[in-house]
T-cell receptor
Framework: DAKTTQPTSMDCAEGRAANLPCNHS???????VYWYRQIHSQGPQYIIH???NNETNEMASLIITEDRKSSTLILPHATLRDTAVYYC??????????????FGGGTRVLVKP | NAGVTQTPKFRILKIGQSMTLQCTQD?????MYWYRQDPGMGLKLIYY???????DKGEVPNGYNVSRSTTEDFPLRLELAAPSQTSVYFC?????????????????FGEGSRLTVL
């Protein structure tokens, strides 16, 4: 699976959009971009995933560049409950990988009042 | 619907002791996983299973054993506990490809089991 690079930490203001970058310059054509978050030692929680089109759900939006070498997770209106570690994961298709996920260090996001 | 349930939540072991971390899921998922997370680090895959009777090693399997006799249960066994195994252990499951709700590839995690080996 392709390696990802994320900033170690970032702060954002409550009520503002939080933009979390992720670089995955070695991504292959059949690899998806996944985002999970982990709130204070709880089990990780799935946020969103995409292949090449931008995606949106009730939690966040995922913007993938045209060359697919980077992506941005957008939390549209950050709340204090969004304080967490956010993991960007790149992975081959479900069937080929046994659906395994490889976690890096993630970005520690602190939402401030 | 309980999801993924792990027991115990906390445990202190002495060096050389053995124990089993229990994991059960009630979502009829074929795929199950054990991860460990050391302080300030990401999760590392220990073992995984794609169905009853089938298990495979992950990134850090040494010192651990697993079994998968039923779809619901995936216990993790530590035979000779060492201080290096002090960690938080997470069990997860996901539906197999082609089943309803499987298209996201989402993993569902338990709340974790915090193990300290002294």
């Amino acid at each position: 699976d392709a390696k990802t690079t994320q900033p170690t930490s970032m702060d954002c203001a409550e009520g503002r959009a939080a933009n979390l970058p992720c670089n995955h310059s070695t991504i292959s054509g059949n690899e998806y971009v996944y985002w999970y978050r982990q709130i204070h030692s709880q089990g990780p929680q799935y946020i969103i995933h995409g292949l090449k089109n931008n995606e949106t759900n009730e939690m966040a939006s995922l913007i993938i560049t045209e060359d697919r070498k980077s992506s941005t997770l957008i939390l549209p209106h950050a709340t204090l409950r969004d304080t967490a570690v956010y993991y960007c994961i790149v992975r081959v298709t479900f069937e080929a990988a046994g659906n395994k996920l490889t976690f890096g260090g993630g970005t520690r996001v602190l939402v401030k009042p | 619907n309980a999801g993924v349930t792990q027991t115990p939540k906390f445990r202190i072991l002495k060096i050389g002791q053995s124990m089993t971390l229990q994991c059960t899921q009630d979502m009829n998922h074929n795929y199950m996983y054990w991860y460990r997370q050391d302080p300030g680090m990401g999760l590392k895959l220990i073992y995984y299973s794609v169905g009853a009777g089938i298990t495979d090693k992950g990134e850090v399997p040494n010192g651990y054993n697993v079994s998968r006799s039923t779809t619901e249960d995936f216990p993790l066994r530590l035979e000779l506990a060492a201080p290096s195994q002090t960690s938080v252990y997470f069990c997860a499951s996901s539906p197999n490809p082609g089943t309803a709700g499987a298209n996201t590839g989402e993993l569902f995690f338990g709340e974790g089991s915090r193990l300290t080996v002294l």
